[in-house]
């Protein structure tokens, strides 16, 4: 949670983030002012909390997103 409100910002891979306590961690970081990322294939339990979601396979949403930002 130490981190959580440290945080820039938020990215959650893979989960409907609806088992606590670890969803409360990126529900905390919100709380804490950092904008919260879902990359999911379904809806999840903090969508409302969301700056984004990015629907899809996490295994297939990742690597592009890494190769987005390091190219």
């Known amino acids: 949670m130490a981190e959580a409100k440290?945080?820039?910002a938020c990215l959650a891979?893979?989960?409907t983030l609806?088992?606590?306590p670890a969803?409360?961690?990126p529900a905390h970081a919100v709380r804490?002012?950092?904008?919260l990322v879902i990359v999911n294939e379904g809806?999840?339990?903090l969508d409302g909390m969301a700056?984004?979601?990015?629907?899809?396979?996490a295994g297939e949403i990742v690597p592009r997103l890494v190769?987005?930002?390091?190219?």
């Open 51 to 57: 700056r984004a979601i990015v629907a899809g396979r």
């Open 18 to 20: 609806s088992v606590w």
């Open 43 to 45: 809806e999840t339990e």
């Open 32 to 35: 804490s002012g950092a904008p």
């Open 23 to 25: 969803a409360g961690v």
């Open 67 to 71: 190769e987005a930002i390091l190219g």
């Open 6 to 8: 440290r945080c820039d």
């Open 13 to 15: 891979i893979g989960s």
